[in-house]
């Protein structure tokens, strides 16, 4: 990042993360710093942080930010998914049709964001590429120095469905015989969504105990 440390200087990242810890509590870290310290990242970056992840064990790859897409970011993402790993994203906060990527990407799980109607936020983009909604309004979690406050968009939403991917990752089992588990949690998540009325929500909103009993 060209920052000269590893300390999230920005917040997002500790935010998205303690919503991924309050929905699986005992799930394990791996913190890796894409972004610099007013949140900017380039998407070459973010191509090296997402295989770097996948090369060091990660199961679930949240990534709660949009770059521009390249055949770089696109090797990465298929690069985790082979590895086994869960690819999460943000659907992107234009509050329109527009692809985001890396959530756009086939392998992802694109998120979009529900208010506290469980209607589309606003802001929220949406359309036929999305699979999945969760909550994204006025999310409240931690930044740094023990500080609470809010954020809004389909980053915390991406968050949440991390959150349940994670409590999944730990029942799952291979039924597809590819000595993989990442499309069984996938399938999970998508088929225990409760479909919304809002459009471009893909499946819905993500269901964690509807998920966890899938399994």
């Keep these: 990042t ?36 007013r949140g900017r990242c380039q998407t070459e970056t973010v191509a090296n942080a997402i295989r770097w992840a996948a ?35 943000a659907a992107g906060n234009s509050g329109t049709t527009a692809t985001a990527f890396p959530a756009a990407y086939s392998e992802v799980i694109a998120v979009a964001a529900t208010n506290q109607q469980d209607g589309l936020a606003v802001l929220s983009n949406h359309g036929d590429w999305v699979d999945v909604a969760a909550p994204g309004q006025k999310i409240l979690g931690e930044f740094p120095g023990g500080k609470l406050d809010y954020e809004t968009g389909t980053s915390p939403a991406a968050a949440h469905v991390s959150g349940v991917a994670a409590l999944l990752m730990s029942l799952a089992e291979d039924a597809s015989d590819d000595h993989l588990i990442n499309d069984e949690v996938r399938q999970a998540l998508l088929a225990s969504a409760t479909p919304l009325s809002a459009p471009g929500t893909g499946a819905g909103l993500v269901d964690a105990l509807a998920a966890v009993q899938v399994l």
Excluded: C, Y
């Design 2 to 37: 060209g920052s000269g440390n590893t300390l999230d200087e920005n917040g997002h990242g500790t935010h998205m993360a303690g919503t991924i810890a309050a929905v699986a509590p005992n799930a394990q870290f791996l913190n890796v710093k894409s972004a610099d310290s």
């Design 55 to 89: 090369d060091n064990g990660a199961q679930i790859i949240n990534i709660s930010l949009e770059v521009a897409p390249s055949m770089e970011l696109e090797n990465s993402i298929r690069h985790a998914w082979q590895k086994g790993a869960v690819v999460i994203a």
